[in-house]
């Protein structure tokens, strides 16, 4: 895969590794990083040998937003066709398999928006992350206000939207927005680490359990209690599960 703005790496079994790079700009999303974003993500769903996605940046930035040079001047109707017009931000919310994003420096606007859309979140030491749509007269509409709400609660959330106010890794850490703080130069193996735990799993069960686990996010406990129990059956009728029960009880591996 051959992209301008995006580095595809394979650092281990199962694992891909999406790195943005448009290192000038602070990784800023333009509309040729979202479309490549979106294509290197469907044939990653399409490649059965890919089992685990990591998205991540370079130790400056993982990316300081939507281009704001590409925005400027363009009406909401404009704006509307722009972005309906790339993939990245549909193949990301509905890929199947676990993406784990790991941040380093910046990660701000669409760029934070990008990182709240993945699975599991790493963060280097120092890494910051912010709303700052406000400065530019507008909001984050790539799920920002709806995903800090329900991560950080009303009145943290009213900050970060209305004022800008940003969050470091290790606030970020607290407050649940990231599941770990690494040092920058250990983060990345740490990703890959973790990808490869994932990638060595039964698959049915992981992204079942990914798919369980967003619903938590997105709905009533009710509804999701109900699709818990609806995904749960199947999953005995998969290889996996008979062979690693049958496994257990003969005590092989
Ligand atoms: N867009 C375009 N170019 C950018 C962006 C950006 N978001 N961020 C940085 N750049 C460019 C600068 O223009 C500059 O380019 P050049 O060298 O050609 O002048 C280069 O990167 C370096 O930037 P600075 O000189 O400003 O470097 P600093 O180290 O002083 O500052 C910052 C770095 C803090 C990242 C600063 O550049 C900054 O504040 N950037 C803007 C951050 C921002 O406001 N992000 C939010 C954008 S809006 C958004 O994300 C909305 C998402 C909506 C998604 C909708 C989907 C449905």
Redo the contacts with the bound molecule.
Sequence with gaps: MNFETLLIEAPAEGVALIRLNRP???N??NTTLLGELGSALDQFEADDAVKVVIITGSEK?FA??????E?VGKSGEEMLQM?QSVTG?KAISTFSKPTICSVSG?A????F?LALQCDILFAAKGAKFAL??V??G?I???GGTQRVARLVGKSLAMEMVMNARPMLAEEALQRGIVSRVIDADKIEAEAVKLASQLAGRAQHAVRTAKACVNKAIDTTLEEGLSYEQQSFFPLFDTDDAKNMMAAFLNKSK
């Design positions: 000038r700009q602070y800023a999303l930035a300081a937003g939507a281009d704001i040079a925005m972005i931000w910046m701000l606007g669409g760029g928006e700052p749509e400065n530019l507008v984050p509409g790539a």
